[in-house]
């Protein structure tokens, strides 16, 4: 009898050893993104320039912004080489999912559904979501005034801003655009009434391109986070540490100063967009 019960320990023993190895969270199993990088000494950031002044392509064809300047900061941080590859922005979850890039720094928004298939450290920008127009409409005061029947309204595809819209615009026609450049070229030519995006790039677009103007009430508020494979959370205490250091920082403050406070860069952007 003794002998029976010994062989039932052992065999409910392996059992559950069997169904808690296979629940292990993958923060405990494999090789983190800091292991990974530190041993290849090189990082993986994944992109998706056309959003100013976060990600975008200069007239030499080198990766400039905001972004850009903080994925190279954690490169600088970890000793390591970077490497920037570019992705439409509704691609970059998958590529990081199946390993072709270490880490997302492209102006994503932090959000529940996105956290179920990649993790985030701490925001390190807070946008807001708003209503780009033509200056010859002189009737829109607040965003609400866009959503009827008969309006056509711009997102781009992937982001935050076109699921807020799809979700909040009831009366008015949403249409999809692939970057906000080509969005805002099609509301001037009169295809669209207006274009829904982060606050940072409409403003810069309209000072610049002019013939357009920015409705100033917001429709939602972000928090923007870096991403990378879901529960490394060896990765995510690292980027937080980094983070609290390098944010409010004299390289951050150069950086945030030069790519949302001067307009000086934006003349060797490469801006040749053509409407969709």
């Known amino acids: 009898m003794k002998k029976v019960f010994v062989l039932l320990i ?43 002044p976060f990600e975008m392509v200069d007239l030499k064809g080198k990766y400039v912004g905001y972004d850009i300047d903080t994925a190279k900061a954690i490169g600088k941080a970890l000793g390591v080489k970077v490497e920037f590859k570019e992705y439409a922005f509704d691609g ?25 298939s990649v993790s985030f450290a701490n925001p390190y920008y807070k946008t807001k979501q708003v209503a780009l127009v033509p ?21 781009v595809i992937g982001t935050t801003g076109q699921l807020i819209t799809k979700n909040t615009f009831k009366h008015a026609e949403i249409k999809d ?49 870096i991403a990378i494979k879901h529960n490394d959370l060896k990765t995510v205490q690292w980027l937080n540490s980094f983070l609290y250091s390098y944010l409010d920082g004299p390289d951050e403050l150069k950086s945030r100063k030069y790519w949302f406070e001067s307009d000086e860069w934006y003349a060797n952007i490469n801006n040749k967009v053509e409407a969709e």
Do not use: F, H
């Open 10 to 52: 052992i065999v409910l023993s392996v059992i559950l050893t069997a169904c808690g190895g296979s629940g292990t969270d993958s923060s405990d199993s494999g090789t983190s993104t800091i292991e990974k990088v530190k041993k290849n000494k090189k990082i993986v950031i994944g992109t998706a320039p056309g959003y100013a």
């Open 92 to 116: 970059l979850i998958a590529a990081l999912q199946v390993g072709e890039i270490d880490m997302i720094v492209s102006g994503m928004t932090i959000t529940g559904p996105r956290a179920l």
């Open 135 to 155: 200056s010859s409409d002189t009737t829109t005061k607040k965003w609400t005034d866009l959503d009827k029947k008969g309006k056509k309204i711009a997102t």
């Open 177 to 225: 655009y692939k970057e906000m450049p080509a969005a805002a070229l099609a509301m001037i030519s009169g295809q669209i009434d207006g274009v829904v995006y982060d606050e940072s790039s409409v403003r810069i677009w309209s000072k610049e391109n002019g013939k357009s103007r920015v409705i100033d009430n917001q429709i939602s508020a972000e928090n923007l986070g």
